[in-house]
């Protein structure tokens, strides 16, 4: 089950009204990309796809939070609302290697029940293509795989499987433009103009 696409939308303002932020224009970037790029793939729904990328990151609705975190509390969130298919999303578009991403014993309770669930799921096209999507889209727009990588590893550093993860992305956007016979990036909007621009990395506000 899934909520509608203005329901959708709205958490997403609700959310930002407890947390305001980078992140809420990010998700709707993501839910477009998902959309154009779900229009190519005849397997996949692209209202569907929307909904599923506008609330991916929706766990950061409770505030800031690490990348466990808002997995877990995305997950809780909509699983209380019965939206199961977006808890998977909550759960898995941060774990694009998936079963690979945890080859160690996590210690605190959200990381324990992100690997326990992940370890039981298989992931879909429409998990496959949240985690691209949430390579693609910033605040301001869509950029090429590279430069949000730069991104992201300028915020938080670069850990162990990070270049695996990156690689493991380049495989599902081939793989996806190979159903769609185009480049993924000549369905992003304005992504020309986008990916140029260098903006400071975010940093979460002092209080």
Aim: aromatic residues 10%.
């Amino acid at each position: 089950m899934l909520p509608t696409k203005e329901e959708a939308e709205k958490e997403l303002e609700l959310a930002e009204e407890h947390n305001p932020g980078p992140w809420v224009k990010h998700s709707l970037n993501v839910g477009i990309a998902a959309r154009n790029i779900a229009h190519f793939i005849p397997t996949l729904d692209e209202n569907k796809a929307y909904i599923l990328g506008i609330l991916h990151d929706i766990g950061r609705r409770v505030g800031i939070v690490n990348i466990p975190k808002h997995v877990y509390e995305g997950y809780l969130y909509c699983m209380e609302k019965g939206w199961e298919e977006a808890a998977k999303i909550c759960m898995t578009h941060s774990y694009v290697l998936m079963q690979e991403a945890f080859d160690y014993e996590p210690s605190q309770k959200e990381q324990i029940e992100i690997k326990n669930y992940i370890m039981n799921c298989t992931a879909d096209d429409y998990d496959r293509l949240i985690q691209l999507c949430d390579s693609l889209a910033t605040d301001y727009g869509f950029v090429i795989l590279e430069k949000r990588f730069v991104d992201v590893t300028r915020r938080y550093g670069i850990m162990g499987s990070y270049v695996a993860g990156w690689n493991k992305t380049f495989e599902i956007k081939e793989n996806f433009e190979k159903i769609m016979g185009c480049c993924i990036y000549d369905v992003l909007p304005d992504i020309g103009r986008t990916t140029l621009l260098s903006p400071p990395p975010w940093k979460p506000p002092t209080k």
